[in-house]
Every structure is written in structure tokens, then in C-alpha cells.
């Protein structure tokens, strides 16, 4: 197998991929998502793993599967390794999985779906990925996407979970109507206005919005058809994270449902 120094043109790709999303390939250094890789019907492009490093036997298992997954396979050093690493507490092991390509209607058998509004921070979206996950059966949404679902950090996150969620990065215009002529209902999250999260009981096909953290929900979303929701809060701060208060609303929509 060949061994691949830093100065390699592969390794350079693949820090490239690392710092800027690619539409079809995706970094992974986290060991909770290439775990997924052997579990998922996720495609492994490329496996690298450092050579000078001690495993446990669990660990040596499973770079054995991915070697026998991955369309390639490479060693590295460990100064390569550190070189490309995003965090201090990896492993020694990284993919680069293909994404998923999916458009607004393979989401139509999902009768839950999270809409995400020019979310910027990819800690926040990966939580809602999470928080989706531990539901199951959702689709998510990534409107005028500032974080690309195929984001590194955003991998890192969300802990794999954007790689098993069917999501489609979209326009305003495109979701809002896709929406509306599928028949869901769409629920606006806000700060204070129209009624509290536990009023509703969210039947039939339903997805939340939640909006960007400086800016809020594209005011466009309020010139069609939708409700308002909002967490009653009780101190002096007016809002929840976004990802919190995502999570609330999921998780009583879900228990609803």
C-alpha cells in the first residue's frame, strides 16, 4: 500500500477538501462518523490511515473493513496525520465519503421535515442534525445554505449524522413552494409571535423553520401560507440558541406526531 508523504498531491486534495466543501466529496476525521461508514450505505472514496500509531483491536477491525470498503487506500505519517487532522482527540484515521445527491423530491415520503434558514455556525446545524437523528424518519432542508451540507466542520458536528439525513440545499423560493404544493404545513419559528410550541398539535405533513442567528427567518416566508411558533421564555433573554430551540420543537412535533 502506498505510503504518502505531505507533500503529495492526494494530500494536498484532500486538505483542500477539508477547508473548502466540495459538492461531492466529503472530509471525515471524527471516529463517530467513520464509524457510520461501515454500518450506512455511505460510499468511501478514499481511506487513510496512520501506520505509526498502536490500535486497539476494535480500531484494527474496523480500519480492516474500511480497507476492504474504500474505492482507495493509503498510509501516512504521523506529522502527515498531524498535518491534517481537524481536532486533537482523532484517531489516526480519515475518509473521504461521497455525498449523496438529492433534489427537492426525495424528501416527498418524509411527513417531517426541519428547514433550516441561513444557519451560519456549523455547531449549531450539526446539533439539529443530531437532534434530528436521535427522532428518526426526518428530512432536512439547508435554505441559501452559508454552511454546505458537505461542510467538514459541519461533519465533525453533527458527528456523521449530515451524511445519513436525506438533505437538499435549496433556494427560499424553490422550498417554499415545494412545500406548499406538497402539502405541508409550514410552522415559522419565532421569538414571541403566534402561539406557544405546546398549542399546536402538528398533525399531517409539517416542517419547522428556524432562521439564521443574526438575521432571523427570511421575512419572504411570512407572505404565504404558514403558522407561528415560539418557546415561552421566562428571564430576561427573549430567544434560545438556534439548535436549542430547534431541538424543542422537533421533539415535541415528534412526540406529537
Known sequence: MQKLAKNNPIIKKVKEL???SSDELVYVDDLSSIKLITKYDIKLDTFIYCDELEYHNDTQLLIT???KKANNSYTISKSTFEYLRQKE???GLIAVVKYPSLD?????????IVVCDSLEIPGNIGTIYRT???I????????????????????LASRGCNLLIPTVSTSYSSAQQWLLENGYTIYLGEPNLGKSYKEY??????????????FGINQEWYNNPHQKVFIPMCGSNNSLNVSVAASILIYEAAMKK
Open 136 to 155: 428518526g424518519d426526518l428530512g432536512m432542508i439547508l435554505v441559501d445554505a452559508v454552511v454546505k451540507p458537505q461542510s467538514a466542520k459541519l461533519t
Open 18 to 20: 477539508q477547508k473548502k
Open 89 to 91: 482527540n482523532t484517531v
Open 65 to 67: 473493513e474500511l480497507l
Open 201 to 214: 398539535d402538528y398533525e399531517g405533513k409539517i416542517a419547522i423553520v428556524v432562521g439564521s442567528e443574526r
Open 104 to 112: 427537492l423530491d426525495s424528501l416527498k415520503n418524509k411527513n417531517f
Open 132 to 134: 434530528m437523528d436521535a
